[in-house]
């Protein structure tokens, strides 16, 4: 802490401050580039395909396509013999885990090393393998645990502590997906709740630092590779009616979702359950392997045009009902890319439908624009949502209007649900270190 010789905003503090934003900057972006490093290791290694294609070429989903069925369910079957032992001996041994929001929100910015890295690189290892849920936690709050470490090694005070932890955590999204302003608008709307100067700059400038790091590895390189889609008539309207439904959808997944967390079992019923889980969508995915790993292959062939509405219908089915079952059973992850990818499968369906009595739109554009709205509303974060969809993608500038559209109507209905319907007992964040609003 800074002492009375040492007062706040003194030369030593500004110059101890400036320090460790830029360290902090500096370990979201390994802390993003040696995760994600893993997961692409882990992934060739697991499904076979050519391993000079870590970080380029091949994609997880041909890789999965290429396998056997009966490597596929052996594969998960390894994944849920690893999740259910790990997560059972995290929670049986280890410190009680601290979230991101908690860290920021609460009275203790700190949290427990070994209990952090252990949970983040079962989260890493299991999407790897297979796992429905999301790798972009994991990442986030190695960066955020790391960042707590360093603010009490320059012995900043408290308040500076918790905003540089949210920016870590912001920094290590950045990285792991090359989205600098997604990451930084997260800190700002998703954990701070403030657009402070004090909050702005350090947000920025850590989640720029850990893109470029990351960048050195993982290339600068969009995560989707969309056409540009037109602004046409048609669905600038299907977005205005469409919005709200998304919304609706939104938080019918996120009520589903925080009840499949809440009952999730922490003793001896969780390592049976999870192999159960991950051995059922093994099976599943002798079917239909477009199901196996966060929802990236879904998104892309949906933001793409290359799936039909009957296909994506099921597939949207059976991403939520393996999104529950993963959750109830114990595992752990995000829901970013989930949620993602079943607003893309939802606004294939609803496009599907609008086509037949106003056709020329791509499939593809309804997906995007069901994709930025579905997330807006399920996270609770418009602007970043915006901003993930737009660094994800790279559409055409005219193509922003649709997605606003959608955007707006879709928060709102959110928000107005979540007002009408009554709140389950326990609440658990919609994104594992998303702040309640």
């Known amino acids: 802490?800074?002492?009375?010789?040492?007062?706040?905003?003194?030369p030593s503090h500004a110059l101890r401050l400036a320090?460790?934003?830029?360290?902090?900057?500096?370990?979201?972006?390994?802390?993003?580039?040696?995760?994600?490093?893993?997961?692409h290791a882990i992934q060739h290694l697991a499904y076979g395909y050519d391993p000079e294609t870590l970080f380029n070429g091949e994609s997880f989903l041909d890789g999965v396509k290429a396998a056997s069925a009966?490597?596929?369910?052996?594969?998960?079957?390894?994944?849920?013999?690893?999740?259910?032992?790990?997560?059972?001996?995290?929670?049986?041994?280890?410190?009680?885990?601290?979230?991101?929001?908690?860290?920021v929100n609460g009275p203790e910015p700190r949290m427990p090393v070994v209990a952090t890295v252990c949970h983040a690189l079962l989260q890493i290892v299991t999407v790897a393998l297979g796992s429905p849920l999301g790798r972009e936690v994991a990442p986030r709050e190695v960066a955020a645990m790391l960042a707590a470490r360093l603010c009490s090694y320059a012995?900043?005070?408290?308040?500076?502590?918790?905003?540089?932890?949210a920016c870590d955590a912001g920094a290590?999204?950045?990285?792991?997906?090359?989205?600098?302003?997604?990451?930084?608008?997260?800190?700002?709307?998703?954990?701070?709740?403030?657009?402070?100067w004090r909050a702005l700059v350090p947000a920025i400038l850590t989640s720029v630092v850990a893109a470029l790091i990351a960048r050195i590895g993982l290339g600068n390189l969009p995560q989707y590779n969309v056409p540009h889609y037109a602004?046409?008539?048609?669905?600038?309207?299907?977005?205005?009616?469409?919005?709200?439904?998304?919304?609706?959808?939104?938080?019918?997944?996120?009520?589903?979702?925080?009840?499949a967390r809440a009952q999730a079992p922490h003793g001896v019923a969780l390592p049976v359950l999870c192999l159960l889980n991950f051995v059922f969508i093994g099976l599943l995915a002798t079917q239909f392997p477009i199901l196996l790993g966060n929802g990236k292959g879904p998104a892309q062939v949906g933001f793409d045009g290359s799936i039909g509405l009957?296909?994506?219908?099921?597939l949207l089915v059976l991403r939520i009902l393996i999104t529950w079952t993963s959750l109830r059973a114990g595992a752990a992850g995000g829901l970013l890319t989930p949620g993602l990818c079943n607003g893309a499968l939802l606004g294939i369906v609803l496009g599907g439908v609008w086509s037949m009595l106003w056709p020329g739109t791509p499939v593809g554009a309804f997906a995007m624009i069901g994709a930025t709205a579905f997330l807006a509303a399920s996270m609770r974060v418009p602007l970043t949502a915006l901003a993930l969809i737009l660094e994800f993608t790279q559409p055409s500038q005219e193509f922003l209007i649709p997605m606003l559209i959608a955007v707006a109507g879709s928060v709102l209905a959110a928000e107005c649900a979540r007002r009408v319907l009554p709140a389950p007992e326990t609440v658990v964040g919609p994104m594992p270190g998303t702040a309640q609003k």
């Open 1 to 10: 802490m800074p002492t009375r010789a040492e007062p706040f905003g003194s």
């Open 19 to 39: 320090t460790v934003v830029a360290l902090i900057g500096v370990a979201g972006g390994l802390s993003g580039l040696g995760l994600a490093a893993l997961l």
């Open 70 to 103: 009966a490597r596929r369910v052996g594969v998960l079957t390894v994944c849920g013999l690893l999740a259910g032992i790990g997560w059972w001996a995290v929670f049986r041994w280890c410190k009680p885990l601290v979230s991101i929001s908690r860290a």
């Open 155 to 165: 012995r900043l005070p408290a308040d500076e502590t918790k905003i540089l932890v």
């Open 172 to 196: 290590g999204l950045a990285a792991v997906y090359n989205v600098p302003l997604a990451g930084a608008l997260y800190v700002l709307e998703g954990l701070l709740l403030s657009f402070s």
């Open 231 to 259: 602004a046409t008539p048609s669905l600038v309207v299907w977005s205005a009616i469409a919005g709200p439904l998304f919304g609706l959808a939104a938080v019918l997944f996120t009520r589903l979702t925080s009840s």
């Open 310 to 314: 009957q296909l994506a219908a099921i």
